[in-house]
C-alpha cells in the first residue's frame, strides 16, 4: 500500500471556493491524499483563491512566496512538494502565475478540478500544466463522489452547489470571466448528492451558486428546472429539515421563487438579495437591469409571501460617477428596508472590467468617508434587528459544542449563532429556544423545554458537529 500522502487547501473568498475545496480533496482522495490542516507538512499544498477582493492576484504572490520557501526547506530535507493554484485567481492569470512564481507546478481553473489527478501526474514528471479552458463536458460529471467520512466531516449544515457562472456582466465584476456563463448541475445529481449528506448527518443544506436563482438544470424529464422547482423536490429528502440558497439576482427572483418562501416551511426566513446601490443612475451604470423601484417592489412580494422574512445584502460605494445624491439615495433604500445585514465594499476597479475603465473614478477619501457612513447605518439596522429578537422563541439547529463548557451553539432560523446550556446530545437536532440576551451579533438563550422532555428526533451521525 503507498503512503498516504498529505493536502493542504487553502481556501480565500466565497462559499463557492469552500466546496469546491472540498470536491478537490474528494478527487484526491483515491489517490492517496488525505487532507491536513497546516501546510507545514504537506505534500500538496493549494491555494484556491479568490479574485473579487482588492489587488487579490497580489495577494496570492505573496502567499506563494511563503509556501515556496515551505516547498524548497522539504526539498532539503528531500522531500517533494508540489504546489497547485485553483480558483478564479488562476483562471484569471493563467500561465502568468508560473511566469512570476516558478515555484508553482499546476494551475487549474474552476471547472477543470476534475482534472486534477491528470495535472498532478505531469506535475509528478516535471512538467508545468496549466488548465483554464471552459470544458464543454460538466466537470460535476467527472468529480468523485466524497466517501461517508467526508461527508460526515462536513457536519450538521452543508453548503452544495447547483449553478455556476453569470451571465449578467455587472461591469464591476469579473465573475463572468473567471467562471464563465451559467451552467447548472441536473436536479438528479443534486438530489442524489444531498440523501447521502442527510444519511451522514446532514439537517441543513445551502443551495449555491454565482447566481443562484438563474438555476436551471434538467430534470427527469430532460426539461429545464427552476430554483423553486428544486428547492421543492430537495425539500421532500427525509432529514433534510433547513433549506436556503445564496447568492441571488433580483432579477432572476421570479414568482415561482417568491411563493417557495410561502409553500415551503424547510427554506428558512432569511434571504440575502444583493442591491449593491439604491440610485437608479448607479444601477444603470453597474448594469444591473433593475431599478431602484423592482427592488423594492420584489421585497414588498416577498414580505407578502412571507411576512417574516430578513433580507441582507451586498452594497458597493464609490461606483464610478456615484455622487452625493446618489450615495443618499442607497442609505435611504436601506432605511426603506430594514436589512438585517449587509456586506459593503468600496469600488475597486478590477481589469478587464468596463467599471475599470470609466472616467470619473471616485476619490478614495471619499468612498472611504461614505462607507464608514455605510457601515453604521447597517450596524444600527443589524443590531435593531437583534434587539428585536430577545424574548422570542426560535427553533435552533444545535451544530456543535460551544467554547464556553456546558453550552451548544446553534443557529436560529436567520442565521445568527445562539448559545444555549445544552447537552450534546442535542447535537443535530431543532429544538425551541427563548432568547434572553443578545452579545453582538449573536445570541443567548434557553431551552423551552428539559431535554429529557425534548420529542425524539433523528440523531447526527458520529462525527458531525465535533
Ligand atoms: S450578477 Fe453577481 S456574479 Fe453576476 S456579474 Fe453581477 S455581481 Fe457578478
Not at 127 to 149: C, G, Q, R, Y
Not at 156 to 182: H, L, N, W
Not at 259 to 280: C, E, K, N, T, Y
Request: hydrophobic share 40%; proline share 6%.
Amino acid at each position: 500500500m503507498t503512503e498516504a500522502r498529505k493536502l493542504y487547501v487553502k481556501s480565500f473568498g466565497c462559499q463557492m471556493n469552500v466546496y469546491d475545496a472540498q470536491r478537490m480533496a474528494d478527487t484526491l482522495a483515491p489517490e492517496g491524499y488525505v487532507e491536513t490542516t497546516t501546510a507545514d507538512d504537506a505534500d500538496l499544498i493549494i491555494l484556491n483563491t479568490c479574485h473579487i477582493r482588492e489587488k487579490a492576484a497580489e495577494k496570492v504572490y505573496s502567499e506563494l512566496g511563503r509556501v515556496r520557501r515551505l516547498k524548497e526547506a522539504a526539498a532539503a530535507d528531500g522531500r517533494r512538494v508540489t504546489i497547485a493554484v485553483a480558483g478564479c485567481v488562476a483562471q484569471a492569470e493563467g500561465e502568468e502565475i508560473i511566469r512570476r512564481a516558478p515555484a508553482v507546478d499546476l494551475v487549474v481553473g474552476p471547472q477543470s478540478y476534475h482534472r486534477l489527478p491528470d495535472l498532478l501526474a505531469r506535475a509528478a514528471h516535471g512538467i508545468k500544466a496549466i488548465d483554464t479552458e471552459f470544458p464543454v463536458d460538466d466537470k460535476f460529471n467527472h468529480l468523485a463522489a466524497p466517501s461517508t467520512a467526508a461527508m460526515r466531516a462536513r457536519g450538521i449544515s452543508a453548503f452544495v452547489t447547483v449553478q455556476e457562472g453569470c451571465d449578467k456582466f455587472c461591469t464591476f465584476c469579473v465573475v463572468p470571466y473567471t467562471r464563465g456563463m451559467e451552467t447548472s448541475r441536473p436536479v438528479s445529481q443534486i438530489i442524489a448528492e444531498i440523501e447521502r449528506l442527510a444519511d451522514a448527518g446532514v439537517r441543513e443544506v445551502t443551495l449555491i451558486g454565482q447566481n443562484v436563482n438563474a438555476y436551471h438544470g434538467a430534470g427527469a424529464d430532460g426539461r429545464p428546472q427552476s430554483l423553486a422547482r428544486l428547492l421543492a423536490r430537495v425539500a421532500e429528502i427525509p432529514g433534510i429539515e433547513r433549506l436556503r440558497y445564496t447568492t441571488s439576482h433580483p432579477r432572476d427572483m421570479d414568482e415561482d421563487l417568491v411563493a417557495a418562501h410561502r409553500d415551503l416551511p424547510q427554506l428558512m426566513p432569511q434571504l440575502h438579495l444583493p442591491v449593491q446601490s439604491g440610485s437608479d443612475r448607479v444601477l444603470a451604470a453597474m448594469n444591473r437591469r433593475h431599478s431602484r423601484a423592482d427592488y423594492l417592489g420584489l421585497v414588498e412580494r416577498l414580505h407578502y409571501a412571507r411576512p417574516d422574512l430578513a433580507l441582507t445584502s451586498d452594497f458597493i460605494v464609490g461606483f464610478p460617477g456615484e455622487t452625493e445624491d446618489d450615495f443618499a439615495a442607497t442609505l435611504s433604500l436601506i432605511g426603506e428596508v430594514g436589512f438585517s445585514g449587509a456586506y459593503s465594499f468600496k469600488y475597486s476597479p478590477r481589469p478587464g472590467t468596463p467599471g475599470a475603465d470609466m472616467g470619473d473614478q471616485v476619490a478614495e477619501d471619499i468612498k472611504s468617508e461614505r462607507l464608514a457612513r455605510l457601515q453604521d447605518v447597517i450596524d444600527d439596522n443589524q443590531a435593531a434587528f437583534n434587539r428585536g429578537c430577545v424574548g422570542r422563541t426560535f427553533d435552533v439547529l444545535f451544530e456543535r459544542e460551544s467554547r464556553y463548557p456546558g453550552r451548544l451553539t446553534g443557529r436560529s432560523p436567520y442565521l445568527q449563532p445562539v448559545q444555549v446550556t445544552a447537552p450534546s446530545s442535542l447535537i443535530g437536532t431543532i429544538a425551541a429556544v427563548i432568547v434572553t440576551e443578545m452579545f453582538g451579533n449573536s445570541l443567548l438563550g434557553v431551552l423551552t423545554q428539559n431535554p429529557e422532555q425534548q420529542p425524539a428526533q433523528q440523531p447526527a451521525m458520529a462525527g458531525a458537529g465535533a
